[in-house]
């Protein structure tokens, strides 16, 4: 059927190579294999963000994470917009959705053009369902990175702690 | 959300209603079509997963349960049609013979004297009802004569259903694509409701037909009413269309016991029949069944088959839940979408 336009539309894979280097170099999904990841690819949606444009705002319900294909993605909290950290290909954000009905604790607006790939917990779940094996390594990748988070911030939250406390006492 | 915003997003849903409703009357057939397919691919679609659960192919458990389901559909056609076929004609042939009209004439008898203090003397009900069934069994000759069409729409529709349980994860990813960016999540959990209420609905339906298809042939066998089988499964088709299906299949079977035995003796058994079936359905096979999946008041479905039938018949009838439902989620979350919205970029 190559060669007919109507046909490489309709059956077309974006950048199919393309797609399984990049995901590949996410750590989520470094230990699953080029059919693993294909699979993983079935439940992935493209999308393109201009300069400026929000991905997701603070408080908002979010449902859906996010992977960066090629561009820059501002992470920012408050009124104030105070950037807590920027992001560029390759990496992910908006993974506690996944998880939990809880609203977004930060905005992400592209810094520039952007192309990122986004999936759902409704996707991660049919994913669950269709080929546990490999869903059950990506959400146990996810739950570590979260873990590791989580442990961080609680030494962060201590050693502020800590730093309160001199100062209150001095 | 501004009152301008409002009316103006109002006024698009209306319109793009109104584009619907023209589009589905002009290509009717297509869109029948298309529905039929959607309905048997969301039904199938759990059995597919879970086979490609198992590690096999996706087009190869679409194959299995495709066979499976259409096979099974058709090994039971082929066994029961006989069966079927010899009690309509003979349905007929009683009808035809002049008993109809004695059973409605002394129904008329019946009626005139119990209802004499109200002045009523003579109904003429007989020749009405006489034309009525004449052109029901005319109908359904028409369907039977138009058979090559049903045949290459059930192929068409055969092919396409297998191809959406094949194919309906790319075919989802195409549609997202044209979804705005900040539409993105809000249709995720569209589809997803959708999937989850449509599917979980339309299965629990078929279930509970198939339920009260068997107790009530059964039950109509134990109380020795003719043609049991047909009215059964009549019963079964009546009961896809919520309120309005189990009253008309307890009507059939009354008018049947009418007709054929020329009296009214077992009616009262009849609908005692209908009404403990229609408790049983309603305590214990539908709570298993169709709870849960879409969630809406009476009257809102009382008035969707109302629409439902008046645009597309009987139809419409079964389409009218499903559809409203489907409304129901896209309203809900772009009511929840909107009401988050602000304009998508900010200096």
């Known amino acids: 059927m190559s060669g007919s336009f109507v046909w490489d539309n309709f059956y077309k894979k974006a950048d199919g190579a393309d797609i399984y280097a990049l995901l590949g170099r996410v750590p989520i999904f470094d230990t699953l294999s080029k059919g693993e990841l294909k699979l993983f690819e079935h439940i992935l949606h493209r999308r393109v963000y201009a300069k400026g444009e929000f991905i997701f705002r603070e408080g908002d319900t979010g449902s859906a994470m996010y992977i960066i294909e090629d561009g820059e993605v501002s992470l920012e909290i408050g009124k104030s917009r105070q950037e807590i950290s920027h992001l560029a290909n390759g990496d992910f954000f908006g993974e506690i959705a996944l998880f939990a009905d809880q609203p977004r604790s930060a905005s992400a607006l592209a810094f520039e053009e952007t192309r990122i790939f986004g999936f759902s917990q409704h996707d991660l779940l049919g994913l669950l369902e269709t080929h546990p094996k490999t869903g059950i390594t990506v959400v146990m990748k996810l739950t570590r990175i979260i873990a590791d988070r989580l442990h961080r911030a609680t030494i962060e939250n201590t050693r502020l702690l800590d730093t309160l406390i001199v100062h209150t006492a001095q | ?347």
Not at chain 2, 113 to 125: H, I
Request: net charge positive; proline share 4%.
């Open chain 2, 1 to 347: 959300m501004s009152l301008n915003t409002k009316i103006l997003a109002l006024l698009l849903v209306l319109a793009i209603g109104a584009v619907l409703v023209y589009t589905v009357f002009t290509i009717g057939t297509i869109v029948a079509l298309f529905l039929m397919s959607l309905l048997f691919a969301f039904i199938l679609a759990p059995a597919v997963n879970w086979i490609e659960g198992k590690g096999i192919a996706r087009g190869i458990a679409a194959f299995i349960i495709f066979s499976l389901f259409f096979g099974g559909i058709a090994v039971a056609v082929y066994f029961l049609s006989p069966f079927i076929f010899d009690e309509v004609s003979h349905l007929q042939e009683v009808i035809s013979v002049g008993q109809l009209r004695k059973g409605i004439r002394d129904v008329e008898v019946f009626l005139s004297r119990q209802l004499a203090f109200l002045g009523v003397r003579r109904m003429q009900v007989a020749p009405k009802v006489t034309e009525w069934v004449s052109l029901l069994f005319d109908n359904i000759l028409n369907i039977a004569s138009s058979l090559a069409g049903i045949v290459l729409f059930a192929v068409m529709m055969l092919i396409s259903t297998f191809f959406l349980l094949k194919d309906a994860r790319n075919l989802k990813k195409s549609l997202v694509e044209y979804v705005p960016n900040r539409l993105f999540e809000v249709a995720l959990n569209i589809m997803h409701k959708i999937e989850w209420s449509l599917g979980a609905y339309l299965r629990g339906i078929l279930v509970d037909s198939l339920t009260i298809g068997i107790v009530t042939t059964f039950a109509l066998w134990l109380i020795d009413l003719p043609y049991y089988f047909i009215i059964g499964g009549f019963a079964a088709m009546a009961n896809l269309v919520p309120y309005l299906g189990p009253p008309s299949a307890a009507f059939t079977a009354s008018f049947v016991s009418v007709v054929t035995t020329g009296s009214f003796r077992q009616v009262p058994l009849i609908l005692f029949v209908f009404v403990v079936i229609r408790l049983l359905d309603d305590a214990i096979v539908q709570p298993l069944t169709i709870s849960k999946s879409v969630r809406l008041h009476p009257v809102i479905i009382i008035f969707a088959l109302l629409v439902g039938g008046q645009l597309f018949g009987i139809v419409g009838m079964f389409f009218a839940v499903p559809t409203v439902g489907v409304l129901k989620v896209i309203i809900g979350e772009f009511s929840a979408g909107l009401q988050r919205y602000r304009p998508s970029t900010e200096q």
